[in-house]
């Protein structure tokens, strides 16, 4: 499969970084988004990690300004149909996942492979929406993209393995490895770390240890770069919970139940590092 034009969908903080290392690699990308302004947004973030990608010399400026010129940024969606490729990550909500992957479905050529990067919905979902659910991939890049080696491959109960292998191909062209997983509730990334952060915050409620001492434990015992709840502050409460209870909901297992901390803190609009407080102020 001859690719060269990529669809990305969703200007973001993923959408962004997922631009960046395709127009970085070669690739011509064509950046959608529902807004001027949410476009104009991701550039600059394109733009300043670039420069910082030139400041460690790992890339020249002449390299800077030829991936810049790759990224064509559009709020029309029709100006993906002539892509090869369409990889979307677009806000983590079903209803605007289902509509722009019948769209998507519509407007693409029948033999272009629509990838999501979503960290929870089902790709076996998305897949059943269109009429070409063997061409439905997850491909689950990791934040910052431009620094994180892995890409998670989700294979849905119908994806092919021509899909499957263009897109470890993809992957291994952007630099990054793929590592294949099926599709299931948390794929292997949240269903490992999620629980893991969940516990973290029982600890914390139960008064176990101060967020503090949990963090400790994790970085120093563990080597782990960052401790669980700055972590989860990271990531963002809301997403937290919204993840543990995608894996209640599919899992059905009780010990998926999301710590009630966690449910209080976003009930209260404390939601990490974005909103200024989470288990840390910032
Ligand atoms: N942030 C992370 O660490 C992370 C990691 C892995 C995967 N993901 C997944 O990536 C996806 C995007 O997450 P994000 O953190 O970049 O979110 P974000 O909120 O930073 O960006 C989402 C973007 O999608 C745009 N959007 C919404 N509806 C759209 C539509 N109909 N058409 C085009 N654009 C639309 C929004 O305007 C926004 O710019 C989600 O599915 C999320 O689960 C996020």
Request: with cysteine; glycine share 8%.
């Amino acid at each position: 499969m001859d690719i060269k034009r990529v669809g990305v969908i969703g200007a973001g903080t993923m959408g962004s970084g997922i631009a960046h290392v395709f127009a970085r690699s070669g690739y011509a990308v064509v950046l959608c988004d529902v807004e001027q302004r949410f476009l104009d947004r991701g550039l600059a973030t394109i733009t300043k990690n670039l420069d910082r990608e030139v400041a460690k010399n790992k890339i020249t400026i002449d390299d800077k300004a030829s991936a810049l010129k790759k990224i064509d940024p559009v709020t029309d969606r029709a100006k993906l149909a002539d892509c090869d490729f369409i990889v979307e990550a677009a806000t983590e909500k079903f209803e605007i996942k289902t509509e722009i992957f019948r769209d998507l479905d519509r407007l693409a050529r029948p033999e272009v492979i629509l990838a999501s990067n979503t960290s929870s919905i089902s790709i076996t979902k998305l897949a059943a929406l269109t009429r070409r659910p063997d061409k439905v991939i997850g491909m689950h890049f990791f934040n910052p993209v431009p620094m994180m080696k892995l890409v998670e491959v989700i294979r849905g109960l119908a994806t092919s393995n021509e899909t499957l292998a263009a897109v470890r191909d993809l992957a291994v062209k952007l630099d990054k490895t793929p590592v294949e997983v099926n599709d299931a509730p948390g794929f292997v990334s949240n269903r490992v770390l999620m629980p893991l952060l969940n516990e973290a915050m029982y600890a914390v409620m139960e008064g176990v240890a101060t967020a503090e001492a949990v963090d400790e434990v994790f970085k120093l015992g563990m080597a782990h770069p960052m401790g669980p709840l700055t972590l989860a502050d990271f990531i963002g409460l809301d997403v937290c919970l919204d993840i543990m209870r995608v894996m209640q909901d599919g899992l059905g297992d009780p010990k998926y139940r999301p710590c009630p901390l966690l449910i209080k803190m976003v009930d209260a609009g404390w939601l990490g590092r974005k909103s200024g407080r989470g288990f840390y102020q910032y």
